[in-house]
């Protein structure tokens, strides 16, 4: 059951009743966030706690998706094909990265474009 598919050209995945399509060259930036929900019974006894893993995609016209994966490693295959297949997204979260990304977008696209050009030298 899953709902993310990537390849060369494309991701593809769904969120609740609706799918989404968009082109691998467009992400920037992406990470992996986890989430611990704790559950309690009348407000005091913690009886469970769920997590919840996304992998969160930037793309360059400064939109920012949080895709539902159902496990930890599910995150880890499509940051790791990103890595491998797609030379232009920037990897990992940090604040200074958010803040780039909240403040001065341009200079998180001309990062992107700095990394692929330096990757695709490195393969010539």
Request: proline share 1%.
């Amino acid at each position: 059951d899953d709902n993310i598919m990537i390849g060369k050209k494309y991701i593809v995945y769904n969120d609740s009743n609706k799918c989404y399509i968009h082109l691998t060259r467009d992400i920037i930036w992406a990470y992996q966030n986890d989430t611990v929900l704790k559950h309690k019974l009348y407000g005091i006894v913690k009886f469970a706690e769920t997590k919840h893993t996304q992998v969160i995609l930037t793309f360059r016209n400064q939109e920012m998706y949080g895709i539902n994966v159902e496990s930890d490693l599910k995150a880890k295959k499509v940051l790791i094909y990103l890595r491998t297949h797609h030379p232009q997204v920037l990897m990992g979260y940090s604040e200074q990265m958010l803040q780039i990304y909240q403040t001065d977008f341009n200079r998180m696209i001309w990062a992107s474009d700095e990394q692929a050009r330096s990757k695709y030298k490195e393969t010539r």
